[in-house]
């Protein structure tokens, strides 16, 4: 599985931003995306992840309420939409992918996409 993640960029606190990951899987498949991401100095957090089988979302505590996970429903393009930005979202977010129904640890993973939101 080959995953491309892209959108990331500078943005100032508040913005908005969406971050897409293209996955070389099938779209009538049972596997997982997620996101993640790595700040300097901090371990890697959860950020958000969907399922292709049954759309089913979850998603990390720090970003509830105002990062949104999507898909595309004929392609294999998983979208993360970024609302009301924080500099605590300053980050390298990777998306990864795994065949197992919305799993704790993930087989597959991209390059990621840096991300700076400036207070």
């Known amino acids: 599985v080959q995953l491309q993640a892209s959108g990331g960029g500078l943005v100032q606190a508040g913005d908005s931003l969406r971050l897409s990951c293209d996955a070389s899987?099938?779209?009538?498949?049972?596997?997982?995306v997620g996101w993640f991401r790595q700040a300097p100095g901090k371990e890697r957090e959860f950020v958000a992840a969907?399922?292709?089988?049954?759309?089913?979302?979850q998603y990390g505590d720090s970003v509830k309420g105002r990062f949104t996970i999507s898909r595309d429903n004929d392609k294999s393009t998983v979208h993360l939409q970024m609302n009301s930005l924080i500099s605590e979202d300053s980050a390298v977010y990777y998306c990864?992918?795994?065949?197992?129904?919305?799993?704790?640890?993930?087989?597959?993973w991209g390059q990621g996409t840096l991300v700076t939101v400036s207070s």
């Open positions: 990864a992918a795994d065949g197992d129904y919305l799993p704790t640890k993930y087989r597959w």
């Open positions: 899987i099938r779209t009538d498949s049972r596997y997982t």
């Open positions: 969907i399922n292709f089988s049954d759309g089913r979302t």
